[in-house]
């Protein structure tokens, strides 16, 4: 069944054409609170919170953006309201912190996947200690694959800033990891 037609159905009362939706978003409204919040436990609750959000608002979506574009914008309003409220009692976030494995594939050495994992460990990192408006952008691009038009509805700012503090984040991003990676002693991988 179509998008549309899933929304249609759950605008109707559909609890199971409304179910669909939910999985095929509660990955990326996942990633997206976790994004924000760096911890399992919190981003779990804000992407329930926002799935539920997003259903007692379903009769007010009216087709305008995309369904995934409308659903992001309540995700990130919903998760910039949690960091308001919740300022101060977040936790410095460590290295060691990062959690959330990768998949990786079954052919690859134990070292290989090891290397892999802590790069993957010190880009959340670095990512993490971002200001939160590259954090946000970089995680609807780079992490989530929305399109250039698609952020731009969802943070609500022109293509041409969704390009331009894109292009800071990437650069921001790259210097604390250019950093990290020298102190490691390497550059290797960062490209």
């Known amino acids: 069944m179509d998008e549309k037609e899933l929304i249609r159905r759950s605008q109707a009362g559909d609890g199971e054409a409304f179910g669909v939706l939910v999985e095929r978003y509660r990955g990326k409204v996942f990633s997206l609170a976790y994004g924000f919040t760096r911890d399992r436990t919190s981003a779990d609750d804000l992407a329930q919170e926002v799935l539920i959000k997003a259903y007692f608002s379903l009769p007010k979506f009216k087709a305008k953006s995309a369904f995934g574009t409308w659903l992001y914008r309540i995700a990130v309003n919903h998760a910039k309201d949690f960091l308001r409220k919740n300022k101060g009692r977040q936790k410095e976030i460590s290295i060691e912190d990062v959690g959330e494995q990768t998949l990786t594939a079954e052919n690859k050495s134990l070292e290989e996947k090891r290397v892999e994992e ?50 800071r984040a990437r650069r921001k991003l790259r210097e604390k990891l250019t950093g990290r990676l020298i102190r490691q002693g390497g550059e290797h991988g960062l490209q």
């Open 118 to 167: 802590g790069r993957r460990q010190i880009v959340q990192a670095a990512l993490a200690r971002l200001p939160e408006k590259y954090r946000v952008i970089l995680t609807l691009r780079d992490i989530d694959g929305l399109s250039y038009e698609d952020i731009s509805g969802v943070l609500k700012l022109s293509p041409g800033t969704v390009d331009s503090r894109l292009h």
